[in-house]
């Protein structure tokens, strides 16, 4: 059956209720030849590869592991529509000439969010009232802050308008605190699980849990880890031809899976309980650029949860002693190092000691 869209989750569901295999295809592997197609064509020649055994199969996760998956995306959908109120609450007092937010760190933190609330109530401005509503570090700059907000110019209807974003980030946030509560309850068996992956620096609770949903549970469905990182769209392409390679771009597979593990790579990468990724990302970094080197610390990770989800070992890099060597001991070794290579060296006629 071609994946199209949505449309194939209803036959889906219908016959894995009655215990029937269905092969799900990627329609890029199952096009057919352009100006002879219809419905009939199509599934006509479907039926021909799958009998070849030329289709391959799409991943498809249990039903518990789906349900999550549902959640959990829904969750990224609501975090990024946060974001977004958050930046049209700002621009809207930016657009009226209140720059407080060049002076406050966090435009929604307690005196920033009074603040903002006593400009959309009041009437007037009073600047004593409004100094005595900043709290602790930022009492020091009451002066910046009164000056950020003098000569603002606010009409009924901006006011209206940011208190109705106001109260849809509110709604926003009550729908995000009642999807947490909901996955935290579908993976109470799994919270082993999730802590075995929270052994990875960079990795908490949030993205442990869209890990799972995403990948699932089994890895004996991707093979080997190498096949789960170009699952996800962690690996450079292979386009070569007549002997020239052309772009080896990482492809778009991975939609919501990919940014959460980009996300723990920057996360890994700035861990100061641990510098192992810290130390790969900038031997990577020299030679092949910032954003290569988070991609690869992302599949590292990766690579790292498919082991220890196959062998429930807890995160330990066969090469983690380099990291954690002592100086000492790195600089023994250095000594050793060179005393080899002069060996060679000298046994290749091209270095004579004095």
């Given amino acids: 059956m071609e994946s199209t869209g949505k449309y194939w989750v209803p036959v889906f569901n219908i ?42 199969g799409s991943f498809i996760p249990s039903k518990e592991i789906r349900v999550l998956r549902e959640f959990t995306r829904y969750r990224y959908k609501l975090v990024s529509m946060k974001s977004s109120e958050k930046n049209r609450f700002q621009n809207a007092f930016t657009v009226c000439n209140v720059a407080l937010d060049s002076v406050v760190s966090d435009m929604f933190g307690k005196s920033a969010t009074a603040i903002t609330d006593y400009l959309i109530s009041a009437d007037s401005f ?33 006011k209206l308008r940011m208190r109705i974003v106001r109260s849809h980030l509110d709604y926003i946030q009550s729908a995000i605190a009642e999807v947490d509560s909901a996955i935290d ?76 593990l980009v996300q723990v790579a920057h996360a890994a990468v700035k861990a100061t309980n641990n510098s192992y990724y810290r130390l790969k990302f900038e031997q990577i ?5 910032k954003k290569r080197a988070i991609i690869a610390i992302a599949r590292m990770i990766l690579t790292a949860v498919f082991q220890m989800m196959s062998t429930g070992e807890v995160w330990n890099p066969t090469d983690l002693f380099k990291v954690d060597m002592p100086q000492a001991l ?18 290749q006629g091209v270095f004579t000691p004095a």
């Avoid at 100094?131 to 901006?158: C, M, N």
């Fill in 126 to 158: 009073d600047a004593e009232y409004c100094t005595s509503l900043l709290q602790r570090s930022l009492k020091k700059k009451a002066d910046s802050v009164i000056e950020s907000i003098e000569g603002y110019s606010i009409t009924d209807e901006q």
């Fill in 15 to 56: 016959l894995e209720e009655r215990g029937i295999t269905t092969t799900i295809a990627n329609p890029k592997w199952v096009k057919a030849v352009k100006g002879n197609k219809d419905d009939t064509k199509d599934s006509k020649w479907i039926g021909d590869l799958f009998r070849l055994g030329l289709v391959p």
């Fill in 285 to 289: 970094s020299k030679r092949r650029g």
């Fill in 185 to 260: 309850a579908m993976v109470t068996q799994h919270e082993g699980l999730i802590a075995l992956l929270q052994t990875i620096p960079g990795v908490d609770r949030n993205s442990a849990i869209t890990i799972i949903s995403e990948i699932g549970t089994d890895m004996e469905q991707f093979g080997s880890s190498k096949r789960l990182c170009c699952w996800a769209g962690l690996t450079p392409g292979n386009n070569e031809s007549a002997g020239k390679k052309k772009s080896v771009r990482i492809t778009r597979a991975g939609v919501y899976l990919k940014p959460a």
């Fill in 330 to 347: 790195k600089e023994k070794q250095l000594e050793k190092a060179i005393k080899q290579a002069t060996r060679f060296l000298e046994k």
